[in-house]
């Protein structure tokens, strides 16, 4: 009774508050109000739960994607960071929907039948958009996130149709000085709420508005301290930067002396292309320098910024899909889903992709229409599958294995288990992986990652630090997952049975993919010294049969040669050659090595003996001397092998 109690004096103060809001039109001051929490959210709340400025941008995104957004524009106000705008053309929000937001932090309509009736969750199935998008939000904490950036902030929304903007100018409070306002409730910030008419009332969608950056924040979105250093050494750190203002003395924007940057694309290059751009100037650096490039070596924070928006966002890849490679691009294989077994070739043609030989949904499907332009860039997935650097490793081609898994933990309670989970994955190997932060696996749910690529592989514990660096893996999960993540969405609960499920399979694949990079290196290592052994010997068979054709014309016919053991040279009758001789004695130490080098050496001593035979050098020597020099020849022959 109580719960129920409880429920509806909030349902009655959120009816309160939206009948305000509306009436609000009428009257010159705003509603004022308060932010609020319950204790069970504050509990896992702490300052700093979003650790990067790039965090709270993420999130404004999830919410735009969230609400149907086609369209969203970020506007940083470059170099200077003074003010960040984030402006959607989704669904908006109507004043119930906002009431909700602020009297209900942590509690998200979303995947609820509030939201359906709120208008932010899909009718049939809350777990999607009205739109019909899968949900990427967690549970509607995104205005903590803002706190990374100002405690200060405007919201200006409003839905299609209705001729009145609703708009929200908020204070937050640090999560330290939040106040208890009784019923495990508790005030997070100040709110004034007013509507005001909308000159269009076809459009729709949601402007956030921070002002007044925090200090520290402004400082690292500038790069503030590798500039200072920059002072002292004369000298920037990073190859490309959005530069820096400096002003007069009184430091007044009409006192401006200098702005400079050094982009990493060209000025007026459509957004999509300066992203491309952005992402081959990593490469370029890959191709053409012996280390792998990193991208705090290259860039400042705010390219670093717009790099890891991109990857983390449900968005197109800068050039193709893993799934839509063809045979030029890699050579392909398929991954065992569960039981015991090796990677399976894909064959591969111009025509076929991978994607055209698998038999289950890869997973990689994103809302093409969904399009995130930060200041001049369009934010694309920083990754490329296709056309990378040479490197001198044996396997010249990059390898790709694929795999999926559906696991519905039978047996086991869904509240114990978390439910059905099910994902896809591609493991890359390439000889260089750029940047170097994208060796490891980034696990996306439903197409969007608050994680960057972990390079322990989920705590892998077999050795293989090389191959490691050369493996990139993304792990796309369609069902289940989301009770694993972590409140900021940027971690997760290893001991969660999803989590569990999930490195195990991972863990695996690895392993597969590892012996099976270990197989082919070594066949094409085989086959490489094989074809240098067969022109080897073909260079050495020319050599001796042109001085038998100097000496005795182009009828010569050089003789053959063996080298037996030695109790077997005397009985020549048993052996065919013309020529036979001790092979302990030739060769010594070499005579049972199967080794390239032995095989090698003893190739050549072959040669030479029919060359010094083409020159009547054995006519005046007996058996003994002819075995003498021969050994001799051939001790030279072996120093310099």
Known sequence: MNAQREASVANDRDERLTEQIVASRHVSSPVETTLQTDGKVLARVTDGIY??????????????????????????????????VVEDNGHGMSPAAVTHLIHHIGGSAKRSEIGVDLGVANSSNPSFSPGGRRLIGKIGIG???????????????????????????????????????????????????????????????????????????????????????????????????????LYGSEGEESNLLASFEELPWQAGMAPDEAFRQFVDTVWDQAANSNGNPKLDGLFDYYLQMAWQLGLAGPFRYVDVSPFDLRAGDVE????????????????????KTIRD??????????????????????????????????????????????GHLREEFPG??????????????????????APVEHSGVLIRVHGASGTLFDPTFLRFQIAEITRLRQISCEVFVSEGFESALNIDRESFNYSHPHVVRLTSWIHTALTRAIN?????????????????????????????????????????????????????????????????????????DQSISRSAIAKSNERKIKAIIQTLVAYGVFDELDDDEQEALVESISAIVRMQG
């Open 412 to 433: 086991v309670d869904p509240a114990d288990s978390g439910g059905p989970l099910e994902f896809s994955a591609y493991l890359l190997w390439n000889a260089k992986i």
């Open 332 to 351: 392909a294989f398929e991954l065992p889903g569960v039981g015991p077994g090796r990677a399976k070739p894909l064959p591969l043609t111009e025509d």
């Open 51 to 84: 650790r990067q400025p790039a965090s709270a941008i993420r999130e404004l995104i999830s919410n735009a994607y969230d609400a149907d957004a086609t369209r969203v524009v970020i506007s940083t106000d470059r170099p200077r960071f003074s003010r960040i």
């Open 516 to 588: 099976q990079q270990k197989l082919i290196g070594s066949n094409l290592r085989k086959q490489a010294r094989e074809e240098a052994q067969g022109s080897e010997a073909r260079e050495l068979e020319k050599i001796a049969s042109e001085a038998w054709v100097r000496r005795f014309g182009d009828d010569a016919d050089k003789p053959t040669v063996e080298l037996v053991d030695a109790d077997a040279r005397t009985n020549r009758s048993q052996h065919d050659a013309d020529l036979i001789f001790s092979r302990s004695r030739t060769l010594g």
């Open 357 to 402: 030989l698998i038999d289950w949904d890869p997973g990689d499907s994103i809302d093409t229409e969904f399009r995130v332009f930060f200041d001049e860039l369009e934010l694309l997935r920083p990754l490329r599958f296709r056309n990378l650097p040479y490197t001198t490793n044996a396997i010249k081609k990059p390898l790709i294995f694929v």
């Open 143 to 245: 205005l903590f996130s803002v706190s990374q950036l100002t405690q200060s902030f405007r919201i200006v929304t409003k839905e299609a149709g209705d001729k009145w903007r609703t708009v929200a100018s908020v204070r937050l409070k640090q999560y330290s000085d939040f106040t208890s306002v009784g019923d495990d409730q508790y005030e997070a910030g100040r709110v004034s709420i007013w509507q005001e008419p909308a000159e269009d009332h076809k459009t729709h969608g949601t402007t956030i508005m921070l002002n007044n950056i925090r200090p520290k924040t402004k400082q690292a979105l500038q790069s503030l301290d590798k500039w200072l250093r920059s002072d002292k050494t004369g000298f920037f750190k990073d190859l490309f930067h959005t530069g820096r203002q």
